[in-house]
T-cell receptor, first 112, second 111 residues
Framework: DQQVKQNSPSLSVQEGRISILNCDYTNSMFDYFLWYKKYPAEGPTFLIS?????DKNEDGRFTVFLNKSAKHLSLHIVPSQPGDSAVYFC???????????FGEGTQLTVNP | EAGVAQSPRYKIIEKRQSVAFWCNPISGHATLYWYQQILGQGPKLLIQ????????DSQLPKDRFSAERLKGVDSTLKIQPAKLEDSAVYLC?????????FGPGTRLTVL
């Protein structure tokens, strides 16, 4: 039962262009969503988050959009840089607890 | 500030052997988590400690996996006996105010 899904295992974009990573969820009890970035041989690091009471959160080049009715969120990176190349995990948390449910991850490659 | 430390970084064992992983969380972080990340999947929570007490171990395969956090600081995760499907990266994370910080993980290969 995969409650958080990232349907694209990989994404390749050119430097300077926009990267859009998508995530879908099924559990309506999720009320907080996070994106983590993971480089090889390192643990995931927190990137950006959004509460279910918002539909957009922006931090520098990173913006997360939440569409609650569609149970969909996306991470936009503009402009993309080669250093952004990593695996990006979407994660969600229920109102009642601190357990995070992760998606499968999307490998982003930004080509110079 | 030092991050979450884990050792070993890599481990290769044969099936039916035992293995143990160690985690040292960020100083002062009361909550500690162990995640299992199988290749091609996202991290899955195995167990969560609050100080030295278990908060959530509902996804821990208790017939072969065990974890402890004596004294509420360091933690060990043990697998006994290991199976082929246990091959994964085992991530430790700690948090203070809900923000999780992950360690680099231990990559386990079971042959």
């Amino acid at each position: 039962d995969q409650q958080v899904k990232q349907n694209s295992p990989s994404l390749s974009v050119q430097e300077g262009r926009i990267s859009i990573l998508n995530c879908d969820y099924t559990n309506s009890m999720f009320d907080y969503f996070l994106w983590y970035k993971k480089y090889p041989a390192e643990g995931p690091t927190f990137l950006i988050s959004i509460s279910s009471i918002k539909d957009k959160n922006e931090d520098g080049r990173f913006t997360v959009f939440l569409n609650k009715s569609a149970k969909h969120l996306s991470l936009h990176i503009v402009p993309s840089q080669p250093g952004d190349s990593a695996v990006y995990f979407c994660a969600a948390r229920e109102t009642s607890g601190s357990r995070l449910t992760f998606g499968e991850g999307t490998q982003l490659t930004v080509n110079p | 500030e030092a991050g979450v430390a884990q050792s070993p970084r890599y481990k290769i064992i044969e099936k039916r052997q035992s293995v143990a992983f160690w985690c040292n969380p960020i100083s002062g972080h009361a909550t500690l988590y162990w995640y299992q990340q199988i290749l091609g999947q996202g991290p899955k929570l195995l167990i969560q400690f609050q100080n030295n007490g278990v908060v959530d171990d509902s996804q821990l395969p208790k017939d072969r996996f065990s974890a402890e956090r004596l004294k509420g600081v360091d933690s060990t995760l043990k697998i006994q006996p290991a199976k082929l499907e246990d091959s994964a990266v085992y991530l430790c994370a700690s948090s203070l105010d809900g923000w999780k910080f992950f360690g680099p993980g231990t990559r386990l290969t079971v042959l």
